[in-house]
């Protein structure tokens, strides 16, 4: 079976530069969600390569030929296998030889299963979806090994099961991104109302600081005449009385 690609999820579209306008940092909610996008697409890529390198002709020989066996008379490898219709279409059960190469096909798939399983820890949501096809997919396995099934049967339900899982983790990753982009709005709200309350403070600072220093700094005025001195107080008026005393005249002021 070929690698199971699905497309990962995709914000900072929305919310990116709303953010950038306040801050040039990422909000807390983003570096997570950045990281929850990093992980899972390693895991994507992780689990690519491992099952390619089951085909890769380098692998194990017996492993290879089973894989190779299952992959042309079992079970379709991907949607577009070319003879995905004709196995689904058919009525045969699994021959002793089918049988053997499916068990060692499975028992090779459990490294590549497990990638899933380690790396989206994290992404817990994600990481059940794989999960749930895991466990359906067994349960067809065990079917078709006990013969209850025909292989037709069995790659009809294969198909159902990966568009189960398709749907599942659509579905799954969508309820993440619109949790994610609610907390990011609500984190870039919030530096929005902080930059506003600073950039008051700031202005209100600076209005008080031009006010402080209009008070401290006076222009020099434009040269006066400096007055003339008030005029000494009018003196009242004297009398003065003046008589003959023998040949001397004497006056007396008051």
């Known amino acids: 079976m070929k690698a199971f690609y699905i497309g990962t999820l995709s914000?900072?579209?929305?919310?990116?530069?709303?953010?950038?306008?306040?801050?040039t940092r990422m909000t807390p909610t983003q570096i997570q969600y950045q990281a929850s996008i990093n992980t899972v697409q390693g895991a994507q890529k992780a689990v690519g390569a491992c099952l390619d390198n089951l085909r890769n002709p380098t692998a194990n020989p017996e492993t290879l030929n089973a894989v190779n066996l299952v992959d042309k008379e079992v079970l379709f490898a991907a949607d577009s296998s070319?003879?995905?219709v004709s196995l689904m279409a058919s009525q045969s059960k699994i021959t002793d030889v089918q049988k053997n190469a499916l068990l060692q096909y499975v028992q090779a798939l459990i490294p590549c299963r497990n990638i899933y399983k380690r790396d989206l820890q994290s992404v817990p949501t994600l990481s059940a979806t794989f999960e749930n096809y895991y466990r359906d997919i067994d349960i067809v396995y065990a079917k078709l090994l006990s013969k209850q099934i025909n292989i037709g049967e069995a790659n009809q339900e294969k198909a159902k099961l990966l568009n189960k899982l398709q749907t599942e983790y659509s579905a799954a990753a969508q309820?993440?991104?619109?949790?994610?982009?609610?907390?990011?709005?609500?984190?870039?709200?919030?530096a929005q109302a902080d930059w506003a309350q600073r950039r008051a403070i700031a202005s209100q600072y600076l209005m008080n600081q031009q006010q402080i220093n209009s008070r401290q700094y006076q222009a020099p005025t434009?040269?006066?005449m400096q007055p003339l001195p008030a005029p000494a107080p009018i003196q009242p008026p004297t009398n003065?009385?003046?008589?003959?005393?023998g040949n001397t005249l004497n006056c007396t002021t008051y």
């Open 11 to 23: 914000l900072f579209v929305l919310t990116g530069c709303a953010q950038n306008q306040y801050n």
């Open 82 to 84: 070319p003879n995905k």
């Open 175 to 190: 309820n993440l991104e619109s949790r994610y982009v609610q907390q990011i709005n609500q984190e870039i709200q919030a």
């Open 222 to 224: 434009p040269y006066q």
């Open 240 to 245: 003065t009385n003046c008589r003959m005393i």
